[in-house]
């Protein structure tokens, strides 16, 4: 399973993320164990996930947490034009990623889509193909 960088860890014991730390790290688990070379980090008011440590590596996912209410995260994927699953759709907000297809909004007290793993590998192996 790969990593979330020492920044994310950082991040996610000051508020106002500290409200979805577990939530975020349970969803973050499921998007990192496609590959031990994943790598979660912090840019900005997001997580992004790449293939691989480094600048130049690809980006195959990202979360964004929204602490309004409902607290929520949106996990924006990186997946083929084409692919269309319940759940997934365009952004619900004003977020823009380059080569993101799909996002998936979980609300804090869903569970975890048993699908986001199959999504993330799909977008992982679309990232690095």
Avoid: C
């Amino acid at each position: 399973m790969g990593l979330l960088t020492q920044r994310v860890h950082d991040r996610l014991d000051v508020l106002p993320w500290k409200f979805l730390r577990d939530f975020f790290v349970r969803v973050s688990e499921v998007i990192l164990e496609i590959s031990p070379e994943a790598q979660g980090e912090l840019a900005g008011n997001y997580v992004k996930f790449s293939t691989a440590s480094g600048a130049t590596s690809p980006v195959y996912a990202a979360v964004w947490p929204k602490m309004s209410l409902p607290k929520r995260l949106i996990v924006g994927l990186a997946l083929p034009e084409d692919f269309e699953a319940a759940g997934l759709g365009p952004p619900p907000e004003r977020i823009f990623y380059q080569g993101f297809t799909k996002f998936l909004v979980i609300k804090e007290e869903q569970t975890v889509p048993q699908e986001l793993s199959t999504w993330a590998r799909l977008a992982y192996d679309a990232a690095t193909h």
